[in-house]
């Protein structure tokens, strides 16, 4: 089961508060306030979120998810990571078979979900056509290189898609943990031992594009966040990175 519910320590509640306050990409902020205001017909009546989506989960969190970006119709309208969309849809009844999450499915912020991991993304504004430019992406780079360091516990970081596996691994570049990403591949399932001592686990991302045509399926899915349990709570020796 998930850890119960924790109130942010300060430093990563003032993070998040920065974060739903950024402007620095005028494209991304223009497009979620329309979004926001034109909403899709299947949710007329709700009120859109429309803000950059701040981070959520345990602030002791071992295990760190870190996807790509909001879904324009998912966390952009519910203020909530991965809450409100088919890739939420896909993601949270995992989370809660591998023991992550409190329940299986995540509708709104005050759903009463509890996580035990901490959940984010490398882009924390919803992009057009789920694909956020490279200036972008390096706007938001600062925000996870807080997080990292605010994160005390941290012992695996689990990357949905290569977007995020390639921004984790200019954070550990930036804040010199590896001096490049050469002998980093991204595919299904691959694992790294990090010299800052974290484990990097590579996963498809749970898009409806992924998952509707069974390029990633629930028992891959699966195995990915079971390992990513194993790992968290064993402590690290020697791991050998697979190249």
């Not at 995540?106 to 694909?131: E, Y």
Request: with cysteine; proline share 6%.
């Amino acid at each position: 089961m998930a850890a119960s519910a924790k109130s942010l320590p300060e430093s990563l509640s003032g993070l998040n508060a920065r974060i739903v306050a950024c402007d620095r990409c005028p494209r991304l902020r223009a497009y979620c306030a329309e979004i926001a205001r034109v909403r899709r017909r299947a949710y007329a009546g709700f009120e859109y979120w429309g803000r950059p989506v701040p981070s959520f989960g345990d602030p002791d969190a071992k295990v760190l998810v870190l996807g790509l970006a909001p879904g324009a119709h998912g966390s952009n309208r519910t203020g909530r990571m991965f809450t409100g969309d088919g890739s939420g849809d896909f993601l949270f009844p995992v989370l809660h078979e591998a023991g992550f999450a409190s329940q299986a499915k995540s509708i709104s912020r005050d759903d009463g979900m509890k996580l035990s991991i901490w959940l984010s993304a490398v882009v924390h504004c919803a992009p057009p056509a789920n694909k956020p430019t490279p200036e972008e992406q390096r706007n938001c780079a600062p925000w996870l290189d807080e997080e990292m360091r605010l994160l005390k516990n941290l012992r695996v970081v689990v990357c949905l898609g290569k977007i995020a596996f390639d921004g984790f691994l200019g954070h550990q570049i930036r804040t010199n943990q590896i001096p490049a990403r050469a002998n980093y591949t991204f595919r299904h399932g691959a694992e790294y031992a990090l010299p800052s001592g974290l484990t990097l686990i590579a996963s498809y991302h749970p898009s409806l594009q992924n998952t509707n045509t069974g390029k990633l399926t629930r028992t891959m899915f699966l195995a990915v966040f079971n390992r990513a349990r194993e790992l968290a709570e064993t402590e690290r020796k020697k791991w050998t990175a697979t190249f």
